[in-house]
């Protein structure tokens, strides 16, 4: 994990790549799980056996819960020192070029593209690159905005 002391140290981190996660195993619970909150039950989704025979030959994750485990990911990348809190703003751009089955092993990937005074704080946006293992292409690239606040004490 790169731990950065204060925004200043972050801020010289700007266009460098931090590092990977762990891998993680995406289960069917999670997906049925992830299903229930939205209430997004497409087959695709929930019903292994149908999706056997489907385009993927078997269930994936929904995109926006890959999205959904970014925090999980990254959160073992970098950690900043020196913060009374720091509040998600929101996502630039958000794509899913590729499934994730389920029973894959996913990680993240994370860059720092800037970090500018905004929102009361600074505005941290960092690239985030979430690879399946043995894939070809990423299953999803997102463009993430946070506003971080320094202790002022």
Not at 50 to 74: C, F, N, V
Not at 120 to 125: D, K
Request: proline fraction near 6%.
């Amino acid at each position: 994990m790169k731990i950065f002391q204060g925004l200043d140290e972050l801020e010289k981190a700007v266009g460098t790549h931090l590092g990977h996660s762990d891998w993680l195993t995406v289960t069917q619970e999670q997906v049925d799980q992830f299903a229930e909150a939205t209430g997004d039950h497409q087959w695709i989704h929930v019903d292994p056996e149908k999706a056997a025979t489907g385009p993927y030959g078997g269930t994936i994750a929904h995109g926006y819960l890959t999205l959904s485990l970014i925090p999980k990911l990254t959160w073992q990348i970098y950690k900043v020192e020196g913060l009374a809190m720091g509040v998600n703003y929101g996502a630039n751009k958000v794509r899913f070029p590729a499934p994730v089955p389920v029973g894959s092993r996913i990680r993240a990937g994370v860059e720092v593209v800037s970090l500018t005074p905004g929102g009361g704080g600074r505005q941290l946006v960092t690239r985030v690159t979430v690879e399946r293992e043995g894939g070809d292409k990423p299953v999803c690239v997102a463009e993430t905005v946070a506003v971080l606040f320094p202790k002022t004490d």
